[in-house]
């Protein structure tokens, strides 16, 4: 049967693709690419010379009903984003939904993904947390957003752009309080690899003393809250009460 393979390509060094990425990126039919441009640097690298077709999110709804009929007609496709993995802060939701109502057979592969790389790095806790993406571009959703994580216990992660770290590390110090723990996740897997870890208000700081710290690609994690001793307690008497009245 024909697929559609999910492909994850490198956040930034070029080691970091596997085997049988590359295998499948030299076998397949055509391999669609965000950026086609972008893409063919890393095929020549690889010496891959597989077709390479644009899916981005202004084509994708009409690009899907394409790529699913040579899917249809026995073509393999693999589908790559400019870095990293394919969906995740990246087109391609709406091919593989698509792919899915119709029954055709989806295979992602396992590889760089900025979220993961930065949170096993970071030291924040990993057994709960919760992938925000990019935060809104709009200042009073930005703010929204960022009240939702006041009492969250949970790591939060998030996608920033250079062009924004200063000002969301700046809201985030107002909203969540400037003794909020934050990891800055900076240029992973690059030459200028970066962890940055204090309290937001320390983030501030450190962002606004040397302009080089603003340069370069973002994860941003934000600590989960850590509830009191007094919350717990009365979160504690809620539930005994409820199980009270559950008793004979
Ligand atoms: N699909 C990608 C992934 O799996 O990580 C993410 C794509 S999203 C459009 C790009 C954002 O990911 C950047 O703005 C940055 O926040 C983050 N990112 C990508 N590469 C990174 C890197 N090498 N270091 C830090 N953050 C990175």
Partial sequence: TSTLFIVPTPIGNLEDITHRALRILSEVDLIAAEDTRHSQKLMQHYNISTRLISLHDHNESQRASQLISKLESGDNIALIS??????????????????????????????????????????????????????????????????????????????????????????????????????????????????????????VTWLEEDANHQRGEFVLMVAGDKPDQSDVSAEALKLLSLLMKELP
């Fill in 82 to 203: 400019d870095a990293g993995t394919p969906l995740i802060s990246d087109p391609g939701y709406g091919l593989v939904s698509q792919c899915r109502d119709a029954g055709v057979n989806v295979v992602p592969l396992p590889a760089p993904c900025a979220a993961i790389t930065a949170l096993s790095g970071a030291g924040l806790a990993t057994d709960k947390f919760q992938f925000e993406g990019f935060l809104p571009v709009k200042a009073l959703a930005r703010q929204q957003a960022l009240e939702k994580l006041i009492k969250q216990t949970r790591t939060s992660v998030f996608y920033e752009s250079p062009r924004r770290i200063l000002d969301t590390v700046k809201l985030i110090a107002q909203v969540l309080g400037s003794e909020r723990r934050l990891v800055l996740a900076k240029e992973l897997t690059k030459t200028f690899e970066t962890f940055y870890s204090d309290s937001a208000g320390a983030c």
